[in-house]
């Protein structure tokens, strides 16, 4: 008899980590839950020191995890510093601190969150940076950049992604690395802005959808769901855009 998978979900206690945390627990899996409160283990992916020992927590918790789901994010008018340090390194420093554990699990899966902000003007210095891997100097320039934080820490993650899936450790170990780009969701992180008017409009130009609403949560997480599961067999480093056309809207026939 097949084990039910463990699934490690960071900032699941909100938004579309919380919807998958409900989507995965129902078809009778177990999720690990990672957010600041209200979760199994509680950690602050800003801090370096933090990450460390969330991956202690979770090795008291479990001797291997199935797939790790990074739905942990932030958005302006966070500062740029904290936007670098949740968005990209709250991602690429904890994922591979996490890989002996996916390495003892079945068919082992990790999603990142992107965002279809990965399109927008970016600051090329600081996608540099976190490239490299300087947290430090990445957040000291996140905090000159401002707002544009935001689409640069997730070009960069984009970025991360596809160079990393490949290298040896993740596919050639069996752990398929993946990530998803949403458009506008629904989601406390989004709320503030859709409440009024000039946020609408504002998400509007940046994000121009086909269809007549923005998503929710839950329409997210079944690509979430596949990514992170068996049934995903042959998908590494990819990104797909899930976003109701933005990024047919914005790039028109360009396919890279």
Same mark, same amino acid.
């Given at each position: 008899?097949?084990?039910?998978?463990?699934?490690?979900?960071?900032?699941?206690?909100?938004?579309?980590?919380?919807?998958?945390?409900?989507?995965?627990?129902?078809?009778?899996?177990?999720?690990?839950?990672?957010?600041?409160?209200?979760?199994?283990?509680?950690?602050?992916?800003? @801090?370096?020191?933090?990450?460390?020992?969330?991956?202690?927590?979770?090795?008291?918790?479990?001797?291997?995890?199935?797939?790790?789901?990074?739905?942990?994010?932030?958005?302006?008018?966070?500062?740029?510093?904290?936007? @670098? &340090?949740?968005?990209?390194?709250?991602?690429?420093?904890?994922?591979?601190?996490?890989?002996?554990?996916?390495?003892?699990?079945?068919?082992?899966?990790?999603?990142?969150?992107?965002?279809?902000?990965?399109?927008? $003007?970016?600051?090329?210095?600081?996608?540099?940076?976190?490239?490299?891997?300087?947290?430090?100097?990445?957040?000291?320039?996140?905090?000159?950049?401002?707002?544009?934080?935001?689409?640069?820490?997730?070009?960069?993650?984009?970025?991360?992604?596809?160079?990393?899936?490949?290298?040896?450790?993740?596919?050639?170990?069996?752990?398929?690395?993946?990530?998803?780009?949403?458009?506008?969701?629904?989601?406390?992180?989004?709320?503030?802005?859709?409440?009024?008017?000039?946020?609408?409009?504002?998400?509007?130009?940046?994000?121009?959808?086909?269809?007549?609403?923005?998503?929710?949560?839950?329409?997210?997480?079944?690509?979430? &769901?596949?990514?992170?599961?068996?049934?995903?067999?042959?998908?590494?480093?990819?990104? $797909?855009?899930?976003?109701?056309? &933005?990024?047919?809207?914005?790039?028109?026939?360009?396919?890279?």
């Amino acid at each position: 008899m097949n084990l039910p998978r463990t699934t490690l979900i960071t900032g699941a206690a909100s938004g579309m980590g919380a919807a998958l945390a409900r989507h995965l627990t129902a078809r009778g899996e177990r999720v690990i839950g990672v957010d600041l409160h209200a979760a199994e283990v509680c950690a602050d992916l800003t @801090v370096p020191a933090e990450r460390e020992a969330l991956v202690a927590r979770v090795q008291h918790l479990t001797s291997s995890i199935d797939a790790v789901v990074a739905c942990a994010g932030v958005s302006p008018p966070v500062s740029g510093d904290t936007l @670098v &340090a949740v968005n990209y390194f709250g991602v690429t420093d904890l994922l591979p601190r996490l890989l002996p554990l996916l390495h003892r699990g079945s068919e082992p899966r990790v999603v990142a969150i992107s965002s279809l902000a990965s399109l927008h $003007p970016v600051d090329a210095r600081l996608v540099e940076l976190c490239l490299e891997g300087d947290e430090s100097a990445a957040r000291e320039q996140a905090g000159k950049v401002g707002a544009q934080s935001y689409a640069s820490s997730k070009r960069a993650l984009t970025q991360w992604i596809r160079r990393t899936a490949v290298l040896p450790g993740w596919a050639d170990e069996g752990v398929l690395l993946n990530g998803v780009a949403p458009g506008v969701v629904k989601t406390p992180m989004v709320a503030p802005l859709l409440e009024t008017v000039e946020g609408r409009e504002a998400l509007a130009a940046g994000v121009p959808t086909a269809v007549h609403d923005y998503a929710s949560a839950e329409q997210i997480v079944p690509l979430l &769901a596949f990514l992170a599961s068996p049934a995903n067999g042959y998908m590494v480093g990819q990104v $797909p855009f899930v976003d109701g056309g &933005a990024d047919v809207l914005l790039r028109g026939e360009a396919v890279l």
